[in-house]
């Protein structure tokens, strides 16, 4: 199942290794996510965009663009798989799960209520508690409407649009508009 390899946990999972829960460096996972509770926990508190910038840019340790607005409340397990473009507008309860790597380019929108999910478990009932990154890629220019998901290893293409409540598990396409469950191809752009 594991090829255990000399790279710590974190790049295991960020490079698709499935690596178990018995894996001996398994207990990294949550010291890492109270270190990202810890940082939301001001993060959520913050009273001004430019101090909530602050908090996640130390989170993801990397600086957040003066252009990108997040509203608070916001959720991530882990922070440092998180790569943030310029002129991003993220709204109240985004919920992203990161091990996998997330990237948002420039001039995305998302709106309220969305998930964001880069890992997964396996289907087999022997190995479910294993982790599986898969890195989540939302383009340029993108919008993902409320409420929307977007599941492990999904593109979604420049200029998209995810429609509001849509659950995506298939790469979109440039310039289209996906909507429903499961997200399918409604109209190009």
Request: proline share 6%.
């Amino acid at each position: 199942m594991s090829t255990k390899n000399n790279n710590n946990i974190f790049e295991r999972i960020l490079s698709g290794e499935v690596v178990p829960f018995s894996d001996p460096e398994y207990y990294k996972l949550p010291e890492q996510s109270e270190r990202a509770i810890a940082i939301l926990a001001d993060l959520n508190t913050s009273k001004t965009i430019d101090d909530i910038r602050q908090h996640l840019g130390k989170l993801i340790q990397n600086e957040v663009d003066s252009s990108t607005t997040i509203y608070t409340p916001f959720s991530i397990n882990y922070g440092k798989n998180l790569k943030l473009g310029k002129n991003i507008f993220i709204n109240q309860n985004c919920q992203i799960l990161d091990l996998g790597g997330v990237t948002i380019d420039d001039d995305v929108m998302v709106g309220p209520r969305v998930n964001l999910l880069s890992e997964t478990h396996p289907i087999e009932p022997e190995s479910r508690k294993a982790l599986i990154g898969k890195p989540v890629h939302i383009k340029t220019g993108a919008w993902i409407g409320a409420g929307s998901t977007i599941l492990p290893g999904v593109t979604v293409g420049e200029h998209a649009i995810v429609a509001a409540g849509a659950v995506v598990s298939k790469d979109v396409p440039d310039r289209t508009v996906v909507a429903g469950v499961p997200a399918k191809i409604i109209k190009s752009i």
